[in-house]
C-alpha cells in the first residue's frame, strides 16, 4: 500500500507523538501511543480505497466503530517475548488496514461457540529475519498471515460453493514447504474467516451471483453483476470467484480433438505439496478407510483430541475441514505453536505412527521434493 500519504497537518502531529515514543524508549520509560490513526483525516483516507468494510474478511461495517488495525502491531508481537513491537510503524500510514471488530480484537463465533483471539498483536513470520529496529529490513520478513493490501496475497484465497473460505488453487511457496504451513488456511484460522453468522450469507451471496450470470450479458443483469462485485461490496471476492466459476461453466465445450494427435499429458504435481499437506499421501492409505474416514488422534495438556481424515485429503476437526496437519491441530488445542505432523497419531495395521513418521517412510527427507 505504497503511496498512500497523509494530510501534512497530520504528518506533521504525528511525528511529534513519534519522537516522543522514541525517546521513552532511549530513557526506559512507559510509551503512550495517541490513537491519531482514529482520526478522520487517515480514517476517511483508508476507507476510500475500497468502502467501509473490514480489508480482512470483506464484511460491512455497519452501525460499529470503524477501526484502524496496524498490520505490524505497534506495541508488542504475541509470542515474540523482549519483542517492543514495530513501534516505528505507528503512524506509518502504509501500515494501516481497516478491520472489524471481529477480526481486529475478536468476538467471531463458530456454530454459536466463540473462536479464535482474532489478530490483535500476532505477526507470525513464515520465514526471514524478524525486524526489531527501524534500521532492520522489513522486505526480509514473510508475514504468515495474508495481507489485503499486498499484491498477490488476496489471490490465495479462494472461497468454496458453500460459501467457505479456502485456499485457492495455487501451489505451495518454498517457504510453506520448509514450514509446513498454508498462509491461508492459517489466516482462515487466527481471522475465523468462517464464522458460522458469515458462511450462509457469503453462500447466498454466490448463488445469487451464479443464477446472475446465466442469464447472459444482458446490461441490466451485468449492472446486478457489477454491483456485487466491485470493490466496495460486501464480500466482493466471493462473489467475483463465483461469476468465475459459473462463466467457465457457461463456455461451449470445444469438440474433443483426435485420438491421433491428442498429446499425453502428464499430471502436473506441486513438488512441495508433500511437506504442507496431506494428498500425495493417500495412495498409501487404504481407499475403504479413506471412504469412511480415518481417525486421527492427539495429545496436548493431558487431552486428547481427534482429527478424521478425509478421502480429499483434508482434516475435519470440530466440523470443519482443514488442509494442513498444523492448522488442524492449533484449531483443536487452541496452541499457536504446535506442529500437527507430529501432534497427530494414526494407526495403521496396528502400528501407531504420527503423521511426520507416516511421511518420512514414504517421503525420506533425502527424496522429498
Known amino acids: 500500500m505504497k503511496g498512500l500519504t497523509a494530510p501534512p497537518a497530520w504528518t506533521a502531529k504525528a511525528k511529534g507523538t513519534l519522537d516522543a515514543v522514541r525517546a521513552a524508549m532511549a530513557a526506559n520509560s512507559e510509551r503512550v501511543f495517541t490513537a491519531h490513526w482514529t482520526e478522520d483525516a487517515v480514517r476517511d483516507l483508508l476507507l476510500e480505497l475500497v468502502g467501509v468494510k473490514c480489508w480482512y474478511c470483506e464484511t460491512l461495517i455497519v452501525r460499529a466503530d470503524v477501526n484502524v488495525d496496524h498490520f505490524r502491531p505497534k506495541s508488542e508481537v504475541l509470542d515474540v517475548p523482549g519483542h ?45 529475519p524478524r525486524a526489531r529496529t527501524s534500521l532492520d529490513d522489513l522486505e526480509r520478513e514473510q508475514p504468515l498471515l495474508l495481507d489485503p493490501a499486498h499484491h498477490g496475497d488476496p ?51 454466490m448463488q445469487e451471483v451464479g443464477v446472475l450470470a446465466r442469464f447472459g450479458d444482458a446490461p441490466e443483469i451485468q449492472a446486478l453483476i457489477d454491483a456485487k462485485v466491485e470493490p466496495q461490496a460486501q464480500w466482493s471476492a466471493a462473489a467475483a470467484t463465483a461469476l468465475a466459476l459459473q462463466r467457465a461453466c457457461n463456455r461451449p465445450i470445444a469438440a474433443p480433438a483426435q485420438p491421433a494427435t491428442t498429446p499425453v499429458v502428464t ?28 481417525t486421527l488422534t492427539g495429545r496436548y495438556n493431558r487431552t486428547v483430541y481427534q482429527a478424521t481424515l478425509k478421502s480429499d485429503g483434508e482434516l475435519d476437526v470440530l466440523g470443519r475441514l482443514w488442509r494442513t496437519p498444523t492448522t488442524a491441530a492449533r484449531v483443536a488445542t487452541g496452541s499457536r505453536q504446535i506442529d500437527g505432523w507430529d501432534f497427530w497419531r494414526l494407526t495403521i495395521a496396528g502400528v501407531e505412527q504420527t503423521l511426520a ?12 521434493p
Open 84 to 128: 517492543p513491537g514495530y513501534w516505528w510503524l505507528a503512524y506509518d500510514v502504509s501500515n494501516y488496514r481497516i478491520a472489524c471488530k471481529h477480526c481486529n480484537s475478536g468476538g467471531a463465533r463458530y456454530n454459536g461457540v466463540p473462536e479464535g483471539r482474532a489478530k490483535g498483536s500476532q505477526f507470525p513470520l513464515l520465514a526471514g
Open 155 to 205: 489471490d490465495l484465497l479462494g472461497f468454496d460453493t458453500a460459501g467457505y473460505a479456502r485456499r485457492s488453487n495455487t501451489p505451495y511457496s518454498s517457504a510453506e514447504a520448509d514450514s509446513g504451513l498454508c498462509r491461508a488456511d492459517e489466516t482462515i484460522r487466527i481471522l475465523a474467516l468462517n464464522d458460522s453468522r458469515i458462511v450462509p450469507l457469503r453462500s447466498r451471496l
Open 267 to 294: 499430471p502436473v504435481l506441486d513438488p512441495r505439496r508433500s511437506r504442507v499437506d496431506l494428498r500425495d499421501l493417500l495412495e498409501y492409505l487404504d481407499p475403504d478407510d479413506l471412504k469412511a474416514g480415518i
Open 357 to 368: 513418521e507416516f511421511r518420512a517412510k514414504h517421503f525420506p527427507p533425502a527424496t522429498r
